[in-house]
T-cell receptor
Framework: EAEVAQSPRYKITEKSQAVAFWCDPI?????LYWYRQILGQGPELLVQ????????DSQLPKDRFSAERLKGVDSTLKIQPAELGDSAMYLC???????????FGPGTRLLVL | GDSVTQMEGPVTLSEEAFLTINCTYT??????LFWYVQYPGEGLQLLLK?????DKGSNKGFEATYRKETTSFHLEKGSVQVSDSAVYFC????????????FGTGTLLAVQP
């Protein structure tokens, strides 16, 4: 069964450092999503891509966060500089175009010290 | 705006007990509704979905019915197992170009043997 891949699974960093997360969606899924899940809360969308284009980044803190999907396949989410409040689970999901069902990867748990 | 409200947890049940987790939503249109499950340390797995009013989603003994008149999508299972212990998230989206999932805060279910 095809799955969304993410790496690393865990990341510990100090504040003011740069971190990057990688996601490889299910093959053939043109739409890719990055969500942030703070402990005890539901996930919230940070950015949505269709192919290589950003569809929605209204909740992405653009002063420190960036996301790219250069060839319309895998994607990288970067934080620079990291802050204590960025500690969370970062989830990647993918879906077929215009289909409502999203499939999630295992997530990257970030701890900022 | 659109939102999802879930009953607060934790919900603690004995094995083979009946489960209900309440979910209500506020929507400006006619969304699809979802239940996702998150096991400890893992990403989200789609449990079931319903795309229109009166639809019933079902999977692995769980079921939920899309009730437009009460704006609800309550999750039920007739006999829970220890392996069902997890966090359950209710969510909605509209599909189409901007397809973000809007999640509730999650309900922790703990099943005791």
């Amino acid at each position: 069964e095809a799955e969304v891949a993410q790496s690393p699974r865990y990341k510990i960093t100090e504040k003011s450092q740069a971190v990057a997360f990688w996601c490889d969606p299910i093959s053939g899924h043109a739409t890719l999503y990055w969500y942030r899940q703070i402990l005890g809360q539901g996930p919230e969308l940070l950015v949505q891509f269709q192919d290589e284009s950003v569809v929605d980044d209204s909740q992405l803190p653009k002063d420190r966060f960036s996301a790219e999907r250069l060839k319309g396949v895998d994607s990288t989410l970067k934080i620079q500089p990291a802050e204590l409040g960025d500690s969370a689970m970062y989830l990647c999901a993918s879906s077929l175009v215009d289909r409502e069902t999203q499939y999630f990867g295992p997530g990257t748990r970030l701890l900022v010290l | 705006g659109d939102s999802v409200t879930q009953m607060e947890g934790p919900v603690t049940l004995s094995e083979e007990a009946f489960l209900t987790i309440n979910c209500t939503y506020t929507a400006t249109g006619y969304p699809s509704l979802f239940w996702y499950v998150q096991y400890p340390g893992e990403g989200l797995q789609l449990l079931l979905k319903a795309t229109k009013a009166d639809d019933k989603g079902s999977n692995k003994g769980f079921e939920a019915t899309y009730r437009k008149e009460t704006t609800s999508f309550h999750l039920e299972k007739g006999s829970v197992q220890v392996s069902d212990s997890a966090v359950y998230f209710c969510a909605l989206n509209y599909g189409g170009a901007t397809n973000k999932l809007i999640f509730g805060t999650g309900t922790l279910l703990a099943v005791q043997p």
